[in-house]
């Protein structure tokens, strides 16, 4: 969908690369890390804002452990603009 819509718009898809696995790993250790500093976070912001972290970060790995979600790097060009006939 997204490169339809690209193309819609006047882009040239030059490259796609899936990131899948690359933001599957690394929101799982984002969460892991968010985790294991548990004490020092809850002393800086407070139990209620690290449980709604943790449950927001715990949220987006099991998306990506899920397959629910997914990333993709697009490199598009848009073609230089041609001067109108009425010009």
Do not use: C, M
């Given at each position: ?32 890390q ?54």
């Amino acid at each position: 969908e997204y490169l339809e819509q690209l193309n819609r718009a006047g882009f040239d898809i030059v490259t796609t690369t899936d990131l899948t696995s690359d933001w599957k790993d690394f929101t799982r250790r984002r969460a892991e890390q968010f985790l294991q500093r548990r004490d020092e976070l809850i002393g800086i912001h407070g139990a209620d804002l690290f449980d709604r972290l943790s449950f927001f970060y715990r949220s987006i790995e099991q998306l990506f452990q899920g397959k629910h979600v997914g990333g993709i790097r697009i490199l598009a060009r848009k073609p230089p603009l041609r001067p109108s006939a009425s010009a």
